[in-house]
């Protein structure tokens, strides 16, 4: 094996590059595009991009649909950059903290002709980051060249799609837990470089029937600290204590923190939702989908575990679409209705009537 990085690390050193506000190289056949994420780039950087060619903002058709912004691309828009506009122009088109109280933020154009495939690559960077999903590009066929000896990392458009990402067992070790009782932890870390994800094993959960089973999104203000904005608290607690009646269960903590967003990302959520946007609203104002999470992750960790169907503990059924897709058989949906309080009432009615969750 060379000492060179492959793939998978260039790309985990890409997305740390990234959030250290460090530019980063994308190629596409011959073409090449210089990519730095809005929320870090310092005005020296952009002053040395700008040197190279012209920037353009890029931002997802929801950003853009909030910024007035056409969308020729589809999926996101290429805003040309102003010669005097800076470093907190562009914070200002991706973050949507000030959107309220400073609406106007053009004019805007955007780039119609080109082909946005290096660009599309840059957001998709970006959210792998945990960043907000807008980038600074600067395209061009030379770009590679001049940007050879500089010591960034570079990387194809291809290696930054991870839909095929592995989950490799680390350890296992016994856990007694207070509300499930004797149980075994298991940490599974992905070859991508990514955040490690969990499964808790409560009793001794046969292989060859459906196990009661729980995909438990990490939310360290509803699991940690109380908060009363959601319900995941009581419904982690919840399935803990039906797993423990049924002396057999297994729960995976999935480390998609904010529907996969982050959890800096979430709290502008939060923020947003204080200016009086629901969570799918606020999650459009960030450039964010609805929801970024990729629940076939535990379906990949219940195959390592042996398990091949499961009576899954959820109120989304898009956690038993995706778990079937990902080869698990859902022999049963378990309602979990706990945690309604009046701060989350607004919203758990917006889960049920934009999201499909069955409340």
């Known amino acids: 094996m060379s000492l060179s990085p492959g793939p998978l690390e260039r790309l985990n050193r890409a997305r740390a590059d990234l959030r250290m506000g460090l530019p980063v190289v994308l190629t596409f056949g011959k073409s090449a595009a210089l990519v730095a994420a809005a929320e870090t780039l310092l005005a020296p950087r952009l002053a040395a991009m700008r040197a190279l060619g012209a920037p353009v903002v890029v931002l997802t058709a929801h950003r853009a649909q909030t910024l007035k912004a056409r969308a020729y691309d589809g999926d996101l828009a290429r805003i040309i950059l102003p ?14 903290a000030d959107d309220l109280s400073h609406p106007m933020k053009g004019p805007l154009t955007s780039l119609r002709d080109g082909d946005a495939t290096l660009h599309r690559a840059a957001v998709r960077l970006m959210k792998s980051a945990h960043l ?4 600074v590009v ?9 940007c050879a000896g500089l010591n960034l990392t570079q990387l194809s458009t291809e290696e930054t799609q991870t839909d095929d990402t592995r989950l490799n067992p680390v350890v296992s070790a016994r856990l007694p837990m207070r509300l499930a009782g004797a149980g075994r932890l298991h940490v599974f870390r992905p070859d991508d470089g990514g955040v490690e994800h969990y499964a808790v094993e409560v009793g001794r959960p046969l292989r060859d029937a459906p196990v009661l089973a729980r995909l438990h ?5 509803g699991d940690v600290l109380g908060s009363l904005k959601c319900d995941c608290g009581p419904q982690l607690h919840a399935a803990l204590q039906a797993m423990h009646d049924h002396e057999t269960g297994v729960l995976l903590y999935l480390n998609q923190e904010g529907r996969g967003i982050g959890l800096a990302n979430k709290m502008r959520a939060y923020s947003l939702q204080d200016q009086g946007f629901d969570t799918v609203e606020a999650n459009h104002r960030l450039g964010f989908e609805d929801d970024e999470r990729d629940f076939q992750l535990g379906a990949k960790v219940l195959r390592r575990l042996g398990f091949d169907s499961v009576r899954l503990l959820t109120n989304n059924p898009r956690k038993v679409t995706m778990l079937e897709r990902g080869g698990i058989t859902v022999v049963e949906r378990v309602p979990l209705s706990v945690g309604h309080t009046a701060e989350n009432a607004e919203y758990l009615a917006t889960k049920a009537r934009k999201s499909g969750h069955l409340l």
Request: charged share 15%.
């Open 138 to 146: 600067v395209a061009g066929a030379d770009i590679a060249g001049a």
């Open 217 to 221: 999104s990490a939310c360290f203000t």
């Open 132 to 135: 907000l999903p807008t980038a």
């Open 83 to 96: 010669a005097d506009a800076g470093t907190d122009w562009i914070r200002a088109l991706a973050d949507p």
